[in-house]
């Protein structure tokens, strides 16, 4: 059976960095950081090596406590931040899902750099959570390659009486691409995130789209 294996960001939706809205808002009124400092890379990255990033970017040391508060009350802000924010689901994507999730020749999963908890509260704010069947976020892992090695043992483990079949990571960035190779996937990679097609195309996507509007392709080419 085939696995499909979604990134968040840049991927299936956009959603006006909420996400960098609610540590702003979690640096200042938790840690009490005046003028807090997000100048980090965000994309393509896990939470598990950005988040102490941002702790260390803004003068707080990186205990465990620290990181436990700082996921906590990411968590907590985040579903607002969305809400003020708002954002937008890609071109494509809102037609694709339904269609591969009604499938039964297929899994569809997420794979992101995302807290499994940031990862279901965009998903659910956008309204595609009931598309997948679970989510590999990035709590544990500082590289996106581990991320991908630990969800292709759970994946192994948990389907273990049924044929694994091909894996296909779809993904934004250079780092999905990375990530997808790292466990024999083959990659689609789509530009609606901030990398343009020679970056993608550099990092060894088998596959590269604009965007998923000609939606009707894609699912022909992911199910046969
Ligand atoms: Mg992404």
């Known amino acids: 059976m085939k696995t499909l294996l979604f990134d968040i960001d840049g991927t299936l939706l956009l959603s006006n960095h909420s996400g960098t809205h609610a540590l702003n808002a979690v640096l200042s009124e938790v840690f009490g950081i005046e003028t807090p400092c997000l100048d ?95 989510i590999f976020g990035g709590d544990h892992d500082t590289d996106r390659r581990q991320l991908a090695q630990r969800t292709a043992t759970s994946l192994r483990k948990k389907h273990e009486h049924e044929p694994q079949g091909e894996t296909i990571v779809i993904g934004d960035t250079p780092a999905d691409i990375h990530c997808g190779l790292e466990i024999n996937a083959t990659v689609v990679a789509v530009c609606t995130g901030q990398f343009e097609r020679p970056a993608l195309e550099l990092a060894g996507a088998h596959q590269i789209h604009d965007d998923f509007s000609n939606s009707e392709t894609l699912y022909q080419w992911l199910v046969k």
Not at 66 to 71: A, G, I, P, Y
Not at 74 to 91: E, F, M, N, R, S
């Open 40 to 134: 980090v890379v965000f994309c393509g990255r896990t939470d598990a090596s950005l988040l102490p990033e941002v702790l260390q970017r803004n003068g707080v040391s990186t205990t465990e406590q620290n990181l436990q508060k700082l996921r906590d009350a990411y968590t907590d802000c985040l579903p607002h931040a969305l809400h003020v924010h708002g954002g937008t689901v890609l071109p494509g994507v809102a037609e694709l899902l339904p269609r591969l999730a009604a499938r039964n020749d297929l899994r569809c999963y997420v794979m992101t750099g995302n807290l499994q908890q940031t990862a279901t509260q965009k998903l659910q704010h956008f309204g595609l959570l009931k598309y997948f069947q679970g």
